[in-house]
């Protein structure tokens, strides 16, 4: 029984930064990999990145700018976003795999454990 709180969201104008925090409780097994997806009104949840098997994956639009980062021993994973664009906003969600197989990190499917999400909103 995971529960997953993400938070950190915030309005900042173009080029501004943000970190974000999603703190894990309730788990009891180890979660395999962490992922963050963001969400826009009328679209499919969509990845942004991912903590998996010791390695990180980001999407191609984020590549450069995010950075996921895992905290193990206060069962927290954070999202550094730096230069933000208009199109970063969403709402922001994290997620855990628990377990282990294939790393279909991209996949919201794949996931077991959902946060609330967060707000993003990022001005020109």
């Known amino acids: 029984q995971v529960q997953l709180v993400e938070s950190g969201g915030g309005l900042v104008q173009a080029g501004d930064s943000l970190n974000l925090s999603c703190v894990a409780s309730?788990?009891?097994?180890?979660?395999?990999?962490m992922g963050w997806f963001r969400q826009t009104p009328g679209k499919d949840r969509a990845f942004v990145a991912s903590?998996?098997?010791?390695?990180?994956y980001y999407a191609d639009s984020v590549k450069g700018r995010f950075i996921i980062s895992r905290d193990h021993g206060k069962n927290t994973v954070y999202l550094q976003m730096n230069s933000l664009k208009p199109e970063d906003s969403g709402v922001y969600y994290c997620?855990?795999?628990?377990?282990?197989?294939?790393?279909?990190?991209?996949?919201?499917?794949?996931?077991?454990?959902w946060g609330q999400g967060t707000q993003v909103t990022v001005s020109s």
């Open positions: 903590h998996s098997g010791g390695s990180t």
């Open positions: 309730g788990r009891t097994l180890s979660a395999y990999a």
């Open positions: 997620a855990e795999k628990r377990g282990y197989g294939s790393s279909s990190y991209d996949e919201v499917s794949w996931y077991d454990y």
